[in-house]
């Protein structure tokens, strides 16, 4: 089976997990959010791709969710000594090393998706991971500091800041002149299945949508299309996907994200069993849904929750 999933970062890593264990014959290719790619330190970094890539090739923080395992930050420490900043944002040791081949590699003139496969080759994910586009494009924030609009790159806003915040605006600078990398929109026709994990709707999920082409190719695809709620009994799972939503206007319920991405791109959408409720309002707005266990808890959580994905696409296939 030939699936494809557009997959933001610890979510969406984690669900991959998951869906290589619920079928691990399935041809899966990977459309990476890099629109909280960064340059620091004079390095490209690219933590959306760089977590799926750890992930499920065994090199991640596990505790984290991001980073590397068994990371020290002797080179973090140095600069901070330098008085070289910015100090909050931890890059460890091990993960400079893929920085800088990944800066180095861009610097000789190859495409981020060539680049994105050469890691790969090192790491071995078991999927193809593709960049949503070779093109810089970089999600920013509109916030309000010390008493003025300021717009600030959304690695500041989620890292440095903790979203504490009210976000007033989501831009992706960069994507409206975007292309599609190399095989994005091929892999979506060609697909037998597209899932959207539950990753962040705006700023992960929403931000590789925002690249002309691919929120068109999604939704002209005669696969079903399969989305899973990353919000769960009225709160984000993880980090702080509220805060994000609420700029764009929706509410942080499961039934309003599904309304967010609108019938036109999902024939189907997962809620947690605690949303149960939310199912007859979804259903109402012409897809499919489904109540089950969202959680990833361990492995099996993860799994679970693919093998109800493809459960819910065999129903509207």
């Known amino acids: 089976m030939r699936i494809v999933v557009l997959a933001g970062g610890i979510g969406g890593a984690r669900f991959l997990r998951g869906l290589k264990s619920a079928v691990p014959d399935a041809d899966i290719t990977v459309i990476g959010n890099t629109g909280d790619d960064i340059h620091l330190f004079g390095l490209k970094v690219c933590p959306d791709l760089d977590t799926v890539m750890y992930t499920l090739g065994g090199g991640i923080n596990e505790e984290q969710g991001w980073g590397r395992a068994e990371e020290s930050f002797a080179v973090?420490?140095?600069?901070?000594?330098?008085?070289?900043?910015p100090e909050w944002f931890g890059l460890g040791d091990r993960d400079f090393a893929t920085h800088i081949v990944r800066t180095q590699m861009l610097a000789a003139g190859y495409p981020l998706s060539a680049v994105t496969e050469a890691l790969c080759d090192r790491w071995k994910p078991g999927v193809r991971l593709l960049p949503m586009t070779d093109d810089r494009v970089e999600t920013h924030i509109a916030v309000d500091l010390d008493g003025q609009r300021r717009v600030i790159h959304f690695q500041e806003y989620?890292?440095?800041?903790?979203?504490?915040?009210?976000?007033?605006?989501?831009?992706?600078?960069?994507?409206?002149?975007?292309?599609?990398?190399?095989?994005v929109l091929e892999a979506l026709a060609d697909a037998e299945l597209v899932l959207l994990p539950p990753s962040n709707p705006i700023v992960s999920v929403g931000t590789i949508l925002a690249v002309p082409g691919i929120r068109e190719a999604v939704a002209s695809t005669s696969a079903p299309v399969i989305g899973l709620s990353p919000i769960v009994g009225g709160a984000p799972v993880r980090g702080m996907a509220d805060k994000v939503l609420a700029a764009v206007g929706v509410e942080a319920t499961a039934a309003a994200v599904a309304a967010h991405y609108g019938s036109d791109l999902l024939d189907g959408w997962l809620v947690d069993t605690v949303d149960a409720d939310a199912v007859p309002k979804v259903r109402a707005g012409s897809m499919a849904c489904r109540a089950v266990p969202l959680m990833m808890t361990d492995l099996e959580a993860s799994a679970a929750m693919a093998r109800a994905a493809l459960e819910l696409a065999g129903e509207v296939r």
């Open 76 to 85: 973090k420490s140095e600069l901070a000594a330098y008085g070289v900043g």
């Open 158 to 183: 989620w890292v440095r800041l903790r979203a504490s915040v009210a976000a007033h605006a989501i831009v992706p600078v960069g994507a409206e002149e975007a292309k599609p990398a190399p095989g």
